[in-house]
């Protein structure tokens, strides 16, 4: 969290958004995903006026975790849920980022071991920041222009 930078893109772009925004994120602190992601998140939501987080742990709230399974069957975190002020929610973002996903997810049906890649998932988070994540999670968030009527 100390080290987690905010380009101010993303803070610009919550607003932009005209309405307030509530972030419930499921993780778990022994999460790799997990502590790359929510820092940045949090420290976007520190900084924003429109976006409150608020962190539930998955092996606290297992009936909540089950709503949100990644491919239907696992429990993977981060999730980030994406809620309105009035508590409507507009969809969720995780367990990683898509591009990082889809290459982890390609990586082990070639065979090779989920520990192993642990190295390269680490310096993919180090040099993306967490911005691939903002960004993901405010196109989430832009959907509620027009459930709420606000031009685009």
């Given at each position: 969290?100390?080290?987690a930078?905010?380009p101010?893109w993303?803070i610009a772009?919550a607003?932009?958004?005209?309405m ?5 994120v499921i993780a778990?602190d ?6 790359n992601?929510?820092?940045?998140l949090?420290?976007w939501?520190e900084?924003?006026t429109?976006v409150?987080?608020r962190?539930?742990?998955?092996d ?5 975790m089950?709503h949100y399974l990644t ?6 975190i981060?999730v980030?849920?994406?809620l309105t ?8 973002w ?6 990082l996903?889809?290459w982890t997810?390609?990586?082990?049906a ?11 998932i ?15 999670v405010?196109?989430v968030m832009?959907?509620?222009r ?6 685009s």
């Amino acid at each position: 969290y100390q080290l987690a930078r905010v380009p101010p893109w993303a803070i610009a772009d919550a607003s932009l958004l005209g309405m307030r925004f509530r972030l419930v994120v499921i993780a778990e602190d022994w999460c790799g995903d997990a502590t790359n992601t929510v820092p940045v998140l949090a420290r976007w939501a520190e900084l924003t006026t429109n976006v409150e987080l608020r962190v539930l742990r998955r092996d606290q709230h297992p009936d909540v975790m089950d709503h949100y399974l990644t491919g239907g069957t696992a429990r993977s975190i981060p999730v980030v849920i994406v809620l309105t002020e009035s508590m409507e929610e507009l969809g969720w973002w995780g367990p990683r980022p898509k591009e990082l996903q889809a290459w982890t997810m390609a990586q082990r049906a070639a065979g090779r071991d989920k520990k192993a890649l642990y190295p390269e998932i680490r310096r993919w988070y180090a040099k993306d920041k967490g911005e691939t994540t903002l960004r993901e999670v405010l196109a989430v968030m832009g959907p509620a222009r027009e459930v709420v009527g606000v031009p685009s």
